[in-house]
């Protein structure tokens, strides 16, 4: 089973290597660590907002939230990388269209819009976290650090059980 | 108007539009039987029905047609698009005479000459000829110039045709009868919804932050926005909602079909079709229906022959009620086949590993019935093509329950089964009550709330303990109290018990009332329930979530849920106290009868079944008069009644009012004179002393009393022979037994016209839509004294179905007379070859009814 991943999940990411020659990427960050999203699944970002708890929820789900009259569920995003959670965990939200609905990923901050070349992108280190290499598509060598590319499909399923 | 005539407009206009398509398609297969045979029907039933209602002109442009569509039929003309054109033309005239005949109520004056020889001289073999003035409405004959396009011809000039679509009129005029609906595509509909569901969210927002304002200059406009707001929500949804008949249309042919395939019978009636749901529900009702409406007629009806073992009709019936209930729609499938085998069911269970040996003693039947239910569980002995895979009731309770629904069996064997469905009207927009638990807001379903009870500590309403369990007193009873704060494991600082004050939700799920502890309670206002994120969708106490009038997103609880995140125990008991509940309630409905109790001379009080007496009455003494041989009688309805005591010994007179039971029978009414009306009672009937007297069926003990159950076929009988006296009966034969009828006719036009024709002359008619059905009549073993039954009809058409008849021995010496406005000299041939003993134009009341009475008469003789 886990092989048959692995090796479905390689094939995938060579196609993303090959497409995402002149991608542009939202940037943002969570304890210094910088992560990207593309920019096309990206619907807006939003400051600090008002977020209803949802009881019974997963852990990573810190509640939902109105956007112009949809709700949004909120994913804490420190939570869901195995990160130890701020005690109130407010920060940024990117959020997602995935399937139709919308999701928003809490981070610490927001970053620029990157535009980058493919040349500087690369598969994941093999000692990686398996959780952070699980829900990463790669990793882009900018000039003064390193970001992650989120695998926004892996990020939101949170049923995925990785070996740790 | 006259419902006859806006019937036929009705089903005219929708036939023609059919047949606007219909031509089009023979255009491109001329040489398809099936299409050409159908739209010669469409036209023929036009024609048909013109000449009934005396409707001369219209009848001869659709004769003309008919008469070119015959000749395509037989094979003897060509289709080609000319003719085609001009069998639209003549098409075209029918629609303009029929939006003049919905606008005047009366036929118009006008002359179609040249039309009408076009079509016939292409029928006689001529070129199809398409007059440039077709003058449906001109009311000075105008003179045709026919502009002559040979058949051969290449290329048909269009010009001609469109002049006929556009016949020349004052002021174009929307036709009002057809034209009074329109279809809209369901997108549009749901994005309006939509639009509409924000625009009271928005409403709701704007109408807090006017309360929040002491005064406002937006007050009146924001009031006024409210209302308009209101009725467009519930315009709205309206315009979603759709009769459930919709879901249910294709029922009769899913339960005939399959009812043939396997060789059973099976009648099913439907009842409540014009019931209204949102079409969202409507469509997510649909499949699961017609799951379970296969399932009672693959596993439920048994075969005949174990039916008649059985002790039962041969026929099985299912029945569908549909019908409202609060903000729900209940739907009831019930059928009268073998039950659900709860022994195999048992063993399949133990099989499966679904319960233990011990549980499958332990549990009672209808817990045993639930296993249907359950995920993997199918007990079909053969899968058959029809169900039995294994992905049944299960896949339609979750269907159900999705919806915010449930679904409940009730199954007694041998005796039938029935599924009870509840399922809101609408999933979008619904009242619901805002609570607050721990500090956390959420929405409950005003549906779901019983009551509300605010629990004060230390008074005489309060929470009170047995070891960890909250319960309440209520109305005499213990009443489980469920801690919300518990349940949604929310932390704060205040444990319930340490509150001074809480509110008590009260909440049923099935028959089991519980309370769920709420720290507070707010409004109540009408919420738009979205969907909770798929991520989100395992929590099962939650329905759905909302934005509030402030803007936050509340989640909406599901009483259900709740019920069932309490754990199993709880849940078991409550089906075992709701299928306890039901069982009694079934067993003593299934002996039970409503009976109609009376005193009509006599000491012991008299009985007659309710579902017998169509009204009770109070007459005025004043009022009732006597016929010629001293029969009393009443004008009731504006027909003579006639009135027959209950007790021969009774004389009228005495009191100013007198009552009156009203019997109905065969379209005549018999009023029964009684002295008193006592009540009503649900009781078993069982007749103990079989009686010797006339007009007592016997004696039984109802209500504790030993009653008379009274033989109202007697007093009728008694009414009839002294009220209609003896000629009529000669004519009709002995003791009142009158001649059965059967009409076969798919035109449903013409079976409620002539059924009450029929009728009124003193026939007992059975009409039926399909020589097929016919067919299945005769095979169930009734009995007819003569047969109606139209030529053209879809698939078995009246030749075939006197062929058919004759071939059979029980029906082999039935007199048929054929209905038909299509006598040609060829057919009366083949009428007569088929073996019809008449053959009657279909628009020819009285010579039907002569035709009808010779031939019966002849065959009395004759036998």
Same mark, same amino acid.
């Given at each position: 089973m886990t092989v048959i991943a692995t090796t479905s999940s390689r094939n995938r990411r060579t196609t993303v290597e090959t497409e995402i020659a002149t991608l542009e990427f939202v940037t943002m960050t969570i304890e210094d660590q910088m992560f990207g999203i593309p920019v096309l699944q990206v619907q807006t970002v939003l400051g600090p907002q008002t977020i209803t708890r949802v009881p019974l929820a997963p852990r990573e789900i810190t509640g939902a939230l109105n956007l112009r009259g949809h709700i949004v569920t909120t994913i804490d995003v420190r939570t869901r990388l195995g990160l130890a959670g701020k005690e109130h965990a407010s920060g940024m939200n990117v959020v997602v269209d995935h399937k139709g609905e919308l999701y928003s990923l809490v981070v610490d901050a927001v970053g620029a819009v990157l535009k980058l070349p493919s040349a500087e992108f690369e598969k994941n280190p093999a000692t990686l976290d398996p959780v952070w290499s699980d829900v990463s598509m790669g990793i882009y060598r900018l000039d003064e650090r390193l970001m992650i590319v989120f695998d926004v499909e892996r990020l939101l399923d949170l049923n995925r059980q990785v070996a740790a | 108007m006259d419902d006859l005539l806006n019937e036929f407009l009705i089903e005219t206009s929708e036939n023609l539009s059919v047949l606007d398509v219909e031509l089009i398609r023979l255009e491109q297969n001329p040489n398809d039987p099936e299409l050409l045979g159908n739209i010669f029907r469409l036209v023929h039933t036009i024609k048909g029905t013109c000449g009934f209602l005396g409707l001369p002109r219209l009848e001869t442009v659709a004769h003309s047609t008919e008469n070119v569509l015959g000749k395509f039929r037989d094979g003897e003309l060509k289709v080609d698009s000319e003719s085609v054109s001009l069998v639209l033309a003549g098409l075209d005239a029918i629609k303009a005479i029929l939006t003049e005949l919905e606008a005047s109520e009366k036929e118009p004056v006008g002359n179609d000459?040249?039309?009408?020889?076009?079509?016939?001289?292409?029928?006689?073999?001529?070129?199809?000829?398409?007059?440039?003035?077709?003058?449906?409405?001109?009311?000075?004959?105008?003179?045709?110039?026919?502009?002559?396009?040979?058949?051969a011809s290449a290329k048909p000039e269009p010009e001609p045709i469109a002049e006929i679509e556009a016949p020349?009129?004052?002021?174009?005029?929307?036709?009002?009868?057809?034209?009074?609906?329109?279809?809209?595509?369901?997108?549009?509909?749901?994005?309006?919804?939509?639009?509409?569901?924000?625009?009271?969210?928005?409403?709701?927002?704007?109408?807090?932050?006017?309360?929040?304002?002491?005064?406002?200059?937006?007050?009146?406009?924001?009031?006024?926005?409210?209302?308009?707001?209101?009725?467009?929500?519930?315009?709205?949804? %309206?315009?979603?909602?759709?009769?459930?008949?919709?879901?249910?249309?294709?029922?009769?042919?899913?339960?005939?079909?399959?009812?043939?395939?396997?060789?059973?019978?099976i009648d099913l009636k439907m009842h409540g079709d014009e019931t209204e749901l949102d079409r969202q529900v409507l469509e997510l009702v649909k499949d699961p229906l017609t799951h379970m409406v296969r399932n009672s007629v693959d596993h439920g009806i048994e075969a005949p022959l174990e039916r008649i073992n059985a002790g039962k009709p041969e026929?099985? #019936?299912?029945?569908?009620?549909?019908?409202?209930?609060?903000?729900?729609?209940?739907?009831?499938? &019930?059928?009268?086949?073998?039950?659900?085998?709860?022994?195999?069911?048992?063993?399949?269970?133990?099989?499966?590993?679904?319960?233990?040996?011990?549980?499958?003693?332990?549990?009672?039947?209808?817990?045993? /019935?639930?296993?249907?239910?359950?995920?993997?569980?199918?007990?079909?002995?053969?899968?058959?093509?029809?169900?039995?895979?294994?992905?049944?009731?299960?896949?339609?309770?979750?269907?159900?329950?999705?919806?915010?629904?449930?679904?409940?069996?009730?199954?007694?064997?041998?005796?039938?089964?029935?599924?009870?469905?509840?399922?809101?009207?609408?999933?979008?927009?619904?009242?619901?009550?805002?609570?607050?638990?721990?500090?956390?807001?959420?929405?409950? $379903?005003?549906?779901? #709330?019983?009551?509300?009870?605010?629990?004060?500590?230390?008074?005489?309403?309060?929470?009170?303990?047995? %070891?960890?369990? $909250?319960?309440?007193?209520?109305?005499?009873?213990?009443?489980?109290?469920?801690?919300?704060?518990?349940?949604? %494991?929310?932390?704060?600082?205040?444990?319930?018990?340490?509150?001074?004050?809480?509110?008590?939700?009260?909440?049923?799920?099935?028959?089991? #009332?519980?309370?769920?502890?709420?720290?507070?309670?707010?409004?109540?206002?009408?919420?738009?329930? %979205?969907?909770?994120?798929?991520?989100?969708? &395992?929590?099962?106490?939650?329905?759905?979530?909302?934005?509030?009038?402030?803007?936050?997103?509340?989640?909406?609880?599901? $009483? /259900?849920?709740?019920?069932?995140?309490?754990?199993?125990?709880?849940?078991?008991?409550?089906?075992?106290?709701?299928?306890?509940?039901?069982?009694?309630? /079934?067993? &003593?409905?299934?002996?039970?009868?409503?009976l109609l109790m009376f005193k009509a001379g006599g000491h012991a009080p008299k009985a007659v079944p309710l579902s017998?007496?169509?009204?009770?009455?109070?007459?005025?003494?004043?009022?009732?008069?006597?016929?010629n041989n001293n029969q009393p009688v009443v004008q009731y309805h504006g027909e003579l009644m006639p009135l027959v005591p209950c007790d021969p010994a009774f004389q009228l007179g005495g009191k100013e009012r007198q009552p009156v039971l009203v019997f109905t029978d065969d379209g005549r009414s018999m009023g029964l004179i009684v002295d008193e009306i006592i009540d009503i009672v649900e009781e078993t009937v069982d007749v103990q002393l079989k009686s010797e007297i006339k007009g007592l069926m016997g004696s039984a003990i109802i209500d504790g009393k030993a009653s008379d159950v009274i033989d109202i076929s007697h007093y009728l009988a008694h009414a009839f022979s002294d009220w209609f006296g003896s000629k009529d009966r000669d004519a009709f034969g002995d003791e009142g037994l009158t001649q059965r009828v059967m009409l076969v006719d798919d035109s449903p036009f013409f079976r409620n016209m002539l059924t009450p024709l029929l009728k009124i002359s003193g026939y007992d008619v059975t009409a039926v839509d399909s020589a097929v059905k016919a067919l299945e009549l005769c095979e169930q073993g009734a009995d007819f004294d003569v047969i109606i039954s139209d030529i053209e009809m879809p698939g078995m058409n009246g030749f075939e179905f006197a062929r058919r008849l004759h071939d059979r021995d029980a029906w082999k010496d039935v007199p048929i007379i054929a209905l038909s406005s299509y006598a040609s000299e060829k057919d009366l041939n083949r009428g007569r070859d088929a073996g019809f003993a008449d053959y009657v134009a279909k628009f020819d009341r009285d010579a039907l009814l002569n035709s009808l009475s010779l031939i019966l008469t002849n065959t009395k003789g004759a036998v």
């Open positions: - | 000459t040249s039309l009408i020889k076009a079509l016939d001289a292409l029928a006689e073999g001529g070129p199809a000829i398409i007059p440039t003035v077709p003058a449906p409405i001109l009311t000075s004959p105008a003179k045709p110039e026919p502009k002559p396009v040979v058949a020349e009129k004052a002021e174009p005029r929307e036709s009002v009868v057809v034209g009074s609906s329109i279809r809209v595509h369901v997108d549009l509909l749901e994005h309006l919804m939509t639009q509409v569901s924000e625009l009271v969210l928005t409403r709701n927002q704007l109408l807090q932050i006017l309360r929040s304002e002491k005064e406002s200059t937006f007050t009146a406009s924001l009031q006024r926005l409210n209302h308009v707001v209101s009725d467009l929500q519930e315009g709205v949804i %309206k315009t979603r909602m759709q009769p459930i008949g919709n879901a249910w249309a294709n029922l009769p042919r899913v339960v005939h079909d399959l009812a043939r395939e396997m060789g059973k019978k026929t099985g #019936v299912i029945r569908l009620d549909a019908y409202h209930d609060g903000g729900y729609i209940i739907i009831e499938i &019930h059928d009268d086949g073998k039950g659900l085998d709860t022994d195999r069911l048992r063993r399949k269970g133990v099989q499966l590993g679904m319960i233990s040996d011990a549980d499958a003693s332990a549990m009672t039947d209808q817990q045993i /019935n639930q296993l249907i239910f359950k995920p993997g569980f199918s007990t079909a002995l053969e899968i058959t093509a029809v169900s039995g895979r294994g992905v049944g009731m299960d896949v339609v309770k979750t269907n159900i329950e999705k919806m915010g629904g449930t679904i409940e069996l009730v199954s007694t064997k041998g005796e039938g089964s029935k599924i009870t469905i509840k399922i809101p009207l609408t999933l979008s927009i619904i009242s619901a009550l805002i609570i607050e638990c721990a500090g956390e807001c959420f929405a409950v $379903p005003q549906i779901s #709330v019983l009551e509300l009870v605010r629990v004060v500590r230390n008074s005489k309403c309060q929470i009170e303990k047995i %070891k960890d369990t $909250p319960v309440l007193r209520r109305a005499g009873r213990l009443m489980p109290l469920v801690s919300l704060q518990d349940i949604l %494991k929310l932390d704060h600082r205040a444990q319930d018990d340490e509150r001074d004050e809480a509110f008590i939700i009260v909440t049923k799920v099935g028959a089991c #009332v519980f309370g769920i502890i709420a720290h507070r309670v707010f409004d109540t206002i009408d919420i738009v329930v %979205k969907p909770v994120a798929p991520i989100l969708r &395992h929590i099962e106490v939650f329905s759905g979530n909302t934005i509030l009038g402030d803007g936050s997103v509340v989640m909406i609880l599901d $009483p /259900n849920g709740i019920a069932t995140a309490t754990g199993e125990i709880v849940v078991a008991d409550l089906d075992h106290e709701r299928t306890q509940i039901e069982e009694e309630a /079934n067993l &003593h409905r299934a002996n039970t009868q409503s017998l007496v169509v009204r009770l009455e109070n007459i005025e003494i004043k009022s009732i008069e006597y016929s």
